[in-house]
């Protein structure tokens, strides 16, 4: 009941933001929550990986950034009226949301599923700094684009458009990016209550068991592992539209350390944890940096407190439930 009640109340309060926000003359603090919503995506999928799969992935900033960076490009090519590819297929830039959203995801997922393909044989650190390197191989791909904008990033000409209704403004990009983290949670949910979900825990528990009982363990970590990509990639198209920006550091080492900061701090294999931990690091960051600029002095031991004190993250302490996981 206490866990219904934390999920109900963070609803609620989510879904009145915007009314109270105009209510309070503060609606441009709308962006920041959007952003928060945007993090918010991106931790609930890595937590597919790291809560569910048990492993650690150093990189998914490279999804993050990717998908932020097909949303700007296409964005950026249908203002100039360019095209994208030329040959074979001419391929022109788009400020459809339902066609550039999809078409980050697409390309995150493919992304993933040539990096788990590779990285999901190894185990441990090897891990780990196996899907590093492949993320530090996109960021100078990136940097390597000058056309894009190269190490000053691309400013996007305008936002997306949803079915041919402006994204902009504060509020309809709020609007969706809530939508979407509640559609991402109720499929996450039952997919992982299913047999695939079962059975990828099953395997993160003890994988010499699983193989014994004949369970696909390397397909399934790269079924989740492409699912997490994908979904992050999305998150990525969401903040480039929140800040009309896109930047190379999106897919830096740094910001796959703050997801899984986000998804540590929330709880691990809960699902509504690193939700809670995005809005947490990102609301902390944002109160902090406006004290003092050594703001990271405070939250630095603030979150070695939580990890030290608090094994199942912000959400038990919360909503008092174990992790699902």
């Known amino acids: 009941m206490r866990e219904r009640a934390a999920m109900v109340a963070g609803a609620a309060a989510l879904a009145a933001a915007p009314l109270l926000l105009e209510a309070l003359d503060e609606a441009f603090l709308l962006s920041v929550l959007t952003r928060m919503l945007a993090y918010a995506l991106a931790a ?5 990986v790291v809560g569910y799969g048990g492993l650690v992935s150093f990189g998914h900033g490279a999804f993050l950034g990717t998908g932020a960076y097909v949303a700007g490009v296409l964005l950026h090519h249908r203002a100039a009226g360019s095209a994208v590819i030329d040959w074979p297929v001419r391929i022109g830039g788009t400020a459809e949301a339902l066609v550039a959203w999809p078409a980050a995801a697409i390309l995150c997922g493919l992304l993933a599923a040539a990096i788990g393909a590779i990285s999901l044989r190894t185990r441990g650190v090897h891990f780990i ?3 590093l390197a492949f993320a530090q191989m996109v960021f100078f791909l990136v940097l390597a684009l000058p056309q894009y904008g190269g190490t000053d990033g691309l400013m996007l000409p305008a936002r997306n ?7 902009a403004g504060d509020a309809p990009l709020y609007w969706v990016a809530l939508v979407l983290v509640v559609l991402f949670l109720v499929f996450a949910r039952l997919a992982m209550a299913a047999r695939f979900g079962l059975a990828l825990r099953g395997a993160r528990m003890n994988e010499r068991r699983a193989l014994a009982l004949g369970l696909p363990v390397y397909r399934l970590r790269l079924a989740a592992f492409i699912l997490s990509g994908a979904v992050t990639g999305l998150a990525g198209a969401i903040l480039a539209n929140q800040a009309s920006f896109v930047s190379p550091d999106l897919l830096s080492w740094q910001r796959s350390g703050e997801l899984l900061v986000m998804v540590i701090l929330g709880g691990q294999g809960t699902l509504y944890g690193p939700v809670l931990g995005a809005v947490a690091l990102l609301l902390a960051e944002e109160e ?7 703001w990271m002095l405070i939250l630095g031991p603030a979150l070695l407190v939580v990890v030290l004190f608090f ?12 992790r699902y996981a």
């Open 288 to 294: 902090l940096a406006a004290i003092t600029e050594h």
């Open 161 to 167: 458009v949803l079915a041919g209704v402006s994204l």
């Open 44 to 48: 609930g999928a890595l937590d597919l």
């Open 311 to 322: 094994r199942g993250g912000l959400w038990s302490l919360v909503a008092g439930a174990r």
């Open 129 to 131: 700094m196996i899907t």
